[in-house]
């Protein structure tokens, strides 16, 4: 209780910083930017690459999914489950980097344990 009582203390104090606060929520999302994480699913076949604002930027089709889906129903339905799956690895992937982020920066801010106080607000 006490830890919390402290983290909601150090967190009263950044807001009334804000600039420092902004500058931390500027470098989480440039992790993702710089390095976007990239989900996939069939061995590869699907590729899904997320960005900082946790939104999908680019997906990639293996020419053998691009073909099979003209040919049936059966196919593009595959087709659909694997960029799903891969766009739900994707996102899965950009969660736990934005939570070691937030966690890297709440240390450096002072605020140990950010991530486990706001474990229902976080992805």
Known sequence: MFD???TMG???GLLK?????????QRVKRTL???????EAGG????VTVGGELKVVHVELAPAVVAGMANDDHARRRAG???????NDALKKAQERIREAI????????????????????P
Do not use: C
Not at 33 to 39: L, R, T
Not at 44 to 47: E, K
Not at 81 to 87: E, H, R
């Open 4 to 6: 919390q009582l402290k």
């Open 10 to 12: 150090a967190l009263a």
């Open 17 to 25: 910083n804000r600039d420092k606060l902004q500058a931390a929520t």
């Open 33 to 39: 930017d710089e390095n976007p994480p990239v989900g």
């Open 44 to 47: 590869g076949a699907v590729r």
């Open 81 to 87: 489950s694997l960029i799903a799956d891969a766009t």
């Open 103 to 122: 966690d890297r920066e709440a240390k450096a801010l002072g605020i140990e344990g950010l991530s486990d106080q706001l474990g229902n607000f976080l």
